[in-house]
């Protein structure tokens, strides 16, 4: 049985600001989920998680995991522009890519990422746009079939990535001679596996194949990258992975081969996006129609559009209709959306409860390449996506709103007993363009003088509304940094604004309020 993090109430008193169909994140089980992993693997003392970017590229929710010690595993210019954005840089960042744009790659370099290439002509087109770094990633592929326990998993022999094994030993070779001196050893072999089983057999595979480089090449192995692969169970009946049993697996790899080899100081990476996010997120749709012909259809408001992973593999996504979880799931339907496609179908021959005009339904476990995957056909509009911020610092946000002359700020900040020990819940936006600014936020921190903790910072999205000709948006290539034509009036601007806002702590608050709290009231 799935049950979902947003309750009947919760989602209605959300919808009466925003309508559905929204994405909706649990950022408790983010954090949770992140700090399992690395508990599961602090034998390594290297260990680092890089996040799949591609699998949910929500700025806040790449702050999130930042906080909890996460870099990023980025594969296009627009994903290293984000987390650039979002405060990632050097060695946060894992670039690993293919077909790889020049803009790409020089994005990478000028960001000190981990570079990981994808191909052996790679090597020379690396290095003949911008010179190949110190520390060098390659990935490799085994070919064949992938099996664990006589069991195919996947077919890397049928996929596009990689080095073959003989092209890998000369690649490190040649990337010697160009002035590479530390390595990392990469692979994803598999998609999407609930097996305890998948890492531990991966593991051994790139440690002994780390272990024959260092030995033929004389290489320096820094790292070993396990990549993504690990998943979930989307089926409500299916046992879903133990990430403490795979971590002992690999554990007991790297004891039994890397460690005899002098190689016990090599740090384990993973990439791992639908593991981190899938179980975290919900579609929230609306019931808007019923159709009664050879079968019983449930018509939504949301489409393929928001969701393409039933209508693209057939993938199951577990619904739950909210005010109904102890119902008897008697009726067979089809829920579909209104796409001019005969495949936008969220489910086929579904047993459910009894579904209404009006109801609301959760389609679990989209988190991960649910939003992200999203398109516009038929003219659809992307769907909202929200983040679940926490308690503490959702339900005290307040609004505030000011205008002096041809400016003016609005937006929510945090009550003073939500202010958090790092600024990453500072989000400033110029015209609409998200920003870093440093008079911004030094104005909205010195009104929040005298009423916070030492080295506690205040929270908030701020919009900037202001005539173009007044601030210069190209002192930075990603255009993140602004230089205002006037920036006493915008420190100004903004500290009155917070300052009356403060003044005020009824204004905007409990913009989602908690069952708890108004039982507490």
Not at 113 to 128: E, K, P
Request: overall charge negative; glycine content about 8%; proline content about 4%.
């Amino acid at each position: 049985m799935k049950t979902p993090f947003i309750t009947k109430e919760k989602a209605e008193e959300i919808i009466k600001q925003y309508p559905t169909p929204f994405h909706i994140y649990d950022e408790k089980g983010i954090r949770q989920r992140a700090r399992d992993l690395y508990k599961a693997f602090s034998w390594n003392k290297g260990f680092k998680e890089y996040f799949a970017v591609k699998a949910t590229p929500n700025p806040f929710i790449l702050k999130i995991l930042k906080e909890e010690g996460c870099g990023v595993d980025c594969s296009s210019l627009t994903e290293l522009m984000m987390s650039d954005c979002c405060g990632f840089s050097g060695s946060d960042i894992m670039f690993s890519s293919n077909v790889t744009p020049k803009a790409d790659f020089l994005k990478a370099r000028e960001l000190g990422a981990y570079i990981n290439l994808d191909d052996f002509t790679h090597i020379d087109y690396l290095d003949d746009l911008c010179g190949i770094p110190e520390t060098i990633c390659c990935r490799f592929n085994p070919g064949g079939h992938f099996e664990i326990e006589t069991q195919i998993m996947d077919n890397p022999g049928e996929a596009k990535y990689g080095f073959t094994r003989e092209q890998l030993f000369e690649g490190f070779k040649v990337l010697q001679q160009k002035g590479a001196k530390h390595f990392g050893l990469h692979a994803f072999l598999a998609s999407n596996t609930v097996s305890n089983a998948y890492y531990p057999k991966l593991a051994r595979i790139l440690f002994e194949l780390a272990v024959e480089l260092h030995e033929k090449t004389g290489a320096d192995i820094k790292f070993v990258n396990l990549s993504g692969g690990v998943g979930i169970a989307y089926e409500p009946d299916k046992p879903q992975n133990d990430i403490f049993a795979i971590g002992e697996g690999v554990r007991k790899a790297f004891e039994d081969i890397m460690v005899p080899a002098g190689l016990g100081d090599v740090a384990i990476f993973t990439e791992l996006g639908r593991y981190m996010l899938a179980p975290f997120g919900h579609l929230v749709a609306t019931c808007t129609h019923h159709k009664h012909t050879y079968k019983e259809y449930v018509g939504l408001d949301a489409c393929a559009c928001n969701l393409m992973r039933p209508a693209m593999y057939g993938s199951y996504h577990h619904i739950t209709v909210l005010g109904k979880e102890n119902a008897p799931c008697d009726h067979k339907y089809d829920v579909t959306g209104g796409l001019c496609e005969n495949n936008d179908k969220f489910a086929i021959d579904r047993k459910l409860p009894k579904i209404d005009m009006g109801d609301l339904l959760v389609l679990h476990d989209t988190g991960a390449h649910g939003f992200s995957m999203g398109y516009n056909y038929n003219g659809k509009l992307r769907s909202a996506a929200y983040a679940v911020l926490g308690r503490e610092f959702s339900r005290d946000l307040m609004e505030l709103d000011n205008q002096e002359g041809v400016y003016r700020v609005w937006g929510l900040i945090t009550q003073p007993r939500s202010c958090r020990a790092s600024r990453s819940m500072q989000y400033f936006y110029i015209n609409g363009r998200y920003v870093r600014n440093r008079t911004m936020m030094a104005a909205m921190e010195t009104a929040f003088k005298g009423t916070t903790m030492q080295g506690k910072f205040p929270g908030g999205i701020l919009l900037l509304e202001m005539p173009a000709d007044l601030v210069d948006v190209n002192v930075h290539p990603a255009k993140t940094e602004v230089r205002f034509a006037r920036e006493n009036d915008i420190f100004d601007l903004v500290y009155h604004a917070v300052k009356l806002a403060l003044a005020q702590p009824g204004t905007g608050e409990r913009r989602f309020a908690f069952e708890e709290d108004k039982k507490e009231n």
